[in-house]
Nanobody, 124 residues
Framework: VQLQASGGGRVQPGGTLTLSCTEP????????ITWVRRVPGEGREAVAC????????WYHTSVTGRFTISRDPVADRVTLQMRSLTPSDTADYFC??????????????????WGRGTLVTVSS
């Protein structure tokens, strides 16, 4: 499983950014996909997850109402649209996959597969 995140960059507070997660081996069809962010020295935090079977979504309370995760089976990718960004959203974002359902991965932040992240910097 070779997950790859892209779309990061620098954005001003209040701005919007959309990240994409792709995987060449169709893993997005087999696993629930979680977006995770990591700040050096602060550990990792699962921010959003999408169920690969029915598209149900889960969100961390800190991003609810601002972030939207969605799965596009035609384009074979999972996106994370991030709105109303604040400096506290600054982190390395990566996508992860696990046989465990979103209810578990969002609670435990443990995964079987993950790829390199994409850096998001929110700063004026």
């Amino acid at each position: 499983v070779q997950l790859q995140a892209s779309g990061g960059g620098r954005v001003q507070p209040g701005g919007t950014l959309t990240l994409s997660c792709t995987e060449p081996g169709r893993a997005l069809d087999r696993y629930d996909i979680t977006w995770v962010r990591r700040v050096p020295g602060e550990g990792r935090e699962a921010v959003a997850c999408v169920d690969h079977r029915n598209g149900d979504t889960w969100y961390h309370t800190s991003v609810t109402g601002r972030f939207t995760i969605s799965r596009d089976p035609v384009a074979d990718r999972v996106t994370l649209q991030m709105r109303s960004l604040t400096p506290s959203d600054t982190a390395d974002y990566f996508c992860a996959a696990s046989p465990s359902p979103c209810e578990v991965t969002m609670r435990t932040s443990t995964f079987d597969y993950w790829g390199r992240g994409t850096l998001v910097t929110v700063s004026s």
